[in-house]
């Protein structure tokens, strides 16, 4: 067993048995929530690390970590869970589940995705709006290339006369 929920209010513990659970209203679901206001997939909940992440399907009515509504959200120890309106306490020991030192940082995939691989190492500006060294190089280099239609001064001039 990997923690479990427990429902603020009374009623029995829900326990997490797998490192990976779908939460909704169908039957096909790991934990089943038979609530009308609940999503038939309504959000997953997956162990990464040794930390529980709770992550929204796009349900109608959402979750929230904290009384905060959120799309992803690491879930600690203690944490109270809102699945549309029904509210959890989730307990589970990160050190028993293999975490090591302190937690990760919360929001450190959306940080990722928010910006190129490129950009991160250090090889291109995160703004969009400037242009790189190598976009400016080729804006001048275009200037002066060699134009075959161009009869202009600066082009390679062919002698008219055999030498």
């Known amino acids: 067993m990997y923690g479990e929920l427990i429902p603020v209010g009374g009623g029995d513990p829900i326990p997490l048995l797998k490192k990976q659970l779908l939460i909704g209203r169908r039957e096909s679901c790991d934990i089943v ?34 009384d905060i509504r959120v799309e ?25 589940m293999g975490a090591i030192g302190p937690p990760p940082a919360d929001d450190m995939p959306a940080e990722i995705m928010n910006e190129s691989l490129l950009s991160r190492a250090g090889l291109r500006s995160s703004d969009p709006r400037e242009k790189s060294s190598s976009e400016e190089r080729r804006g001048k280099r275009s200037g002066s290339r060699y134009d075959v239609m161009d009869d202009s001064a600066g082009q390679i001039k062919l002698p008219d006369e055999p030498v």
């Open 33 to 66: 929530l038979r609530f009308a206001n609940v999503s038939a997939h309504h959000c997953t909940l997956v162990n990464n690390g040794g930390y529980w992440y709770l992550r929204d399907m796009q349900s109608r009515n959402g979750v929230k970590v904290n």
């Open 72 to 96: 992803e959200k690491r879930v600690d120890p203690g944490d109270s869970i809102s699945v549309a309106k029904h509210k959890y306490e989730m307990q589970y020991s990160p050190s028993e």
